[in-house]
T-cell receptor
């Protein structure tokens, strides 16, 4: 039973490029969350999705950021026109209803 | 919204000693309080959680206590071992809204 799979593990983008982060939840989990972690800080909630629906995007910047969780395939966090301040670790977590989260190993985005 | 404060930010103990990490929260509607351990380069791993209908929960060397009146909860690790060295995060949520609000983390160092 594979855990939450995130790829890539490391991603380097130049300013202005697009970053696409992928997350495959645990088998049978239909709830996905994205969190961002800046160096030496805690995790900040970004967005909560269920299959084909965004439930809560209150933590996601209104511009340049988008997320989806299609009926088939992984959840995608997309950052357009990246800036240096987007450099962070992005963690995905999945959940079976009523139980605790399981986090993936994260994608470390570096904007140069 | 919810705000979670965590103390101390760093904690150094000798192997075999106990370690205590404390968190306070602001939203009285919060009813789920997990603790996560994060090792370098990895995602957070759930180590123990507690719901508001109990005051204490124990799992081998790890215990969590909750005081709903005072809005604080604590992680207790007994007989610490070097492999307990990591960053520990507390979090809180209102399960009806699912998202977790994290504390800023405690870096625990256990010296042999």
């Amino acid at each position: 039973n594979a855990g939450v799979m995130q790829n890539p593990r490391h991603l380097v983008r130049r300013r202005g490029q697009e970053a696409r982060l992928r997350c495959s939840p645990m088998k049978g989990h239909s709830h996905v969350y994205w969190y961002r972690q800046l160096p030496e800080e805690g995790l900040k909630f970004m967005v909560y999705l269920q299959k084909e629906n965004i439930i809560d995007e209150s933590g996601m910047p209104k511009e340049r950021f988008s997320a989806e969780f299609p009926k088939e395939g992984p959840s995608i966090l997309r950052i357009q026109q990246v800036v240096r301040g987007d450099s962070a670790a992005y963690f995905c977590a999945s959940q079976d209803r009523g139980l605790g989260y399981t986090f993936g190993s994260g994608t470390r985005l570096t904007v140069v | 919204g919810e705000n979670v404060e965590q103390h101390p930010s760093t904690l150094s103990v000798q192997e075999g000693d106990s370690a205590v990490i404390k968190c306070t929260y602001s939203d009285s509607a919060s009813n789920y309080f997990p603790w996560y351990k994060q090792e370098l380069g990895k995602g957070p791993q759930l180590i123990i959680d507690i719901r508001s209908n109990v005051g204490e929960k124990k799992d081998q060397r790890i215990a969590v206590t909750l005081n709903k009146t005072a809005k604080h909860f604590s992680l207790h690790i007994t007989e610490t071992q070097p492999e307990d060295s990591a960053v520990y995060f507390c979090a809180a949520s209102n399960e009806g809204f699912q998202k977790l609000v994290f504390g800023t983390g405690t870096r625990l160092l256990v010296s042999p």
